[in-house]
């Protein structure tokens, strides 16, 4: 039974950079896509980010573009994604999923991801 455990959150202003990790246990990290999506008690879920089960491909949502960058790391089964030039509208619980499959552009929707972590809270002020 695959475990995701997120961590880096926080209370961060404006123009401020956050890391967030995501450590992985119980599946094998080769063979997945990690994403992240992000959610406001406004807003569906919505997506962030994805890596590539091999980390060769990646996509990111339009408003995060040129600001985050998700990467993965094998040695340690976990996934980052690098917050830089944060804004208010940032501000959500912010998770990461784990998708079983061997397609060379990760998914991006959340119904494509089955192992989900609980999320962590990332808060930016103006």
């Known amino acids: 039974q695959g475990q995701l455990v997120e961590s880096g959150g926080g209370l961060v202003q404006a123009g401020g950079s956050l890391r967030l990790s995501c450590a992985t246990s119980?599946?094998?990290?080769?063979?997945?896509?990690m994403g992240w999506f992000r959610q406001t008690p406004e807003k569906e879920r919505e997506f962030v980010a994805a890596a590539s089960w091999s980390g060769s491909a990646e996509d990111y949502a339009d408003f995060v573009k040129g600001r985050f960058t998700i990467s993965r790391d094998s040695s340690k089964n976990t996934v980052y994604l690098q917050m830089n030039s944060l804004r208010p509208e940032d501000t959500a619980v912010y998770f990461c999923a784990a998708s079983f499959g061997s397609s060379y552009y990760p998914p991006t929707g959340p119904s494509d991801y089955y192992y989900w972590g609980q999320g962590t809270q990332v808060t930016v002020s103006s």
């Open positions: 119980g599946l094998t990290f080769s063979s997945y896509a």
